[in-house]
């Protein structure tokens, strides 16, 4: 490497020198830091697949076969001439029309490109699961197999992507967004499930088939047609969507008729057993009867409409709508509820250092699955909180926080009894300039200090507010909004 300077009058040769010197320096790091990436313009593998140009992380992507054998194995990975290389991607029409019969698709494929694999004689194929891609035509009459799984990790069907396949079963699953046009058209499947996850659905995806159930599991997606007006589910006859009670209200789909489609809501059985091992729902198609569980504890004593045991549940009888069935359970099993009771412990003494102090909290006697919080107010601070057991009991721990501001404060225990009664405890406390505790109550605050500004503007640090009923999420929602609006004061000031 050669450097050149030129000297004007005024400049100082030792100036020049540190420069020189810094610049081999940085140009050493440079060349130490930045080794030569070991990347290829594309060479050909032995079993004659062919592989582009690799990227500098020396991923590369299968883009052509030249060989014969009618067996295709694509690789994980595959080496050439020292050179190890990571196989992310299968180029379009990369395999197409070579009449293979097996293809093994590598474990670090992401992508499947348009046409890859399109008219072959596969007798079935198996989809990686880091594969987020299948492009258009990627599997288009590519053989006879009656079923395939398409991963969790497959976020995009192209068109005409499995059109012509002799599929009777496809499995799709959670994380699925968009299913192009036509993409399953051709095929004798009768019924599939859409995921929840699923937004966008093209034109005729069944085309030609004779699918007559759609079942989706969440609120409907959004739907679009071309100009001919061509459905998104295709024309079979007879075909209906079927879909839960609960997105006909805020889920987009309608009854009787959704998008030109006659609906069915399908029925939620759900199990009450109060306590004890915990039982499937049951997903039913209207007109379908609920299967009575098998229970094994010897002192069950049947199946019942309402927590009273009143009435027994008909499982001869097809339900309507969603339902909840109880499980009934011999006196001596049942436990009477506790009177609630909650205990909140700050670990203070008046004298002592406010930051980091121990708050220890715990709960009886209240409602199952109900929200408990502990909160530190004026300006709230959530410091614990959570859900309650089967037990109706809970217990946790905090520590109160550094920088609290001198003047009146407060915690607040809530939770809600097994009547569905909100409780609480409160603990008042002052703090002085330099964060000692000058006053500790769990019955009344401090009437002698003067309440800070902070406080004040709140009102929540004297009153000892009881937060109504809100559900965790919800609260903790709200903390971090009045965290946002001090925040931007701060800010403004």
């Known amino acids: 490497m050669s450097v050149a300077f030129s000297f004007s009058q005024g400049v100082s040769k030792r100036v020049v020198a540190a420069s020189v010197v810094g610049l081999l320096v940085a140009s050493s790091v440079a060349l130490i830091a930045a080794p030569a990436q070991a990347a290829t313009t594309g060479f050909t593998a032995a079993n004659g697949i062919v592989y582009g140009a690799s990227a500098d992380d020396l991923t590369i992507t299968a883009i052509d076969y030249t060989g014969s054998e009618k067996i295709v194995v694509i690789p994980d990975t595959v080496e050439e001439t020292g050179t190890t290389y990571t196989v992310t991607a299968i180029k379009d029409h990369a ?224 339900p309507t709508d969603d339902v909840t069935v109880f499980a009934k359970w011999p006196l001596t099993d049942v436990v009477a509820p506790s009177s609630p009771t909650l205990s909140l412990d700050l670990g203070l003494a008046v004298g002592d250092v406010v930051a980091g102090a121990p708050v220890t909290v715990s709960g009886a006697g ?37 920088g609290l501001a001198a003047g009146q404060h407060t915690v607040t225990l809530t939770g809600t009894a097994a009547d569905g009664s909100v409780i609480s405890r409160v603990a008042y406390l002052t703090v002085s300039a330099t964060g000692t505790v000058t006053y500790l109550s769990y019955t009344a605050a401090n009437a002698a200090t003067t309440v800070t500004a902070a406080s004040a503007t709140t009102a929540l640090a004297t009153t000892g507010f009881t937060a109504a009923p809100l559900g965790f999420a919800v609260l903790l929602l709200l903390i971090a909004g009045a965290a946002l609006v001090a925040a931007r004061r701060r800010n403004v000031a």
């Open 95 to 318: 395999f197409d029309r070579m009449a293979l019969t097996e293809v093994t698709i590598g474990q670090n494929v992401v992508t499947i490109g348009e046409g890859a694999f399109e008219e072959n004689s596969l007798t079935g194929i198996i989809i990686p699961a880091f594969v987020t891609t299948i492009d258009a035509y990627a599997f288009s009459n590519s053989g006879e197999f009656s079923s395939i799984d398409i991963p969790a990790s497959v976020t995009f069907i192209g068109s005409e992507a499995f059109t012509g396949n002799g599929l009777s079963t496809i499995t799709l699953h959670e994380g699925l967004i968009e299913i192009a046009a036509w993409a399953f058209d051709s095929n004798p499947m009768t019924a599939i499930t859409i995921p929840a996850s699923v937004e966008t659905i093209g034109e005729n995806i069944f085309w030609d088939g004779h699918v007559v159930a759609v079942t989706f599991a969440g609120a409907a997606p959004t739907l679009f047609g071309t100009d001919n007006g061509n459905p998104s589910l295709g024309t079979t006859e007879g075909l209906k969507v079927h879909y839960l009670s609960k997105f006909g209200v805020d889920g987009g789909f309608t009854t009787p008729t959704w998008m030109g489609y006659t609906t069915v809501i399908d029925p939620i059985v759900s199990f009450d057993v109060t306590g004890h091992d915990a039982i499937a729902e049951q997903r039913l198609v209207a007109g379908q009867l609920a299967v009575a569980p098998t229970v094994t504890d010897a002192e069950f004593d049947g199946w019942f409409t309402t927590a009273d045991f009143t009435t027994a549940f008909d499982f001869s009888v097809a």
């Open 366 to 402: 209240l409602a199952v699955g109900s929200d408990y919080t502990v909160i530190l107010r004026s300006t709230p601070v959530l410091l614990a909180g959570g859900t309650i057991d089967a037990s109706g009991a809970f217990t946790a721990s905090a520590i109160l926080p550094t």
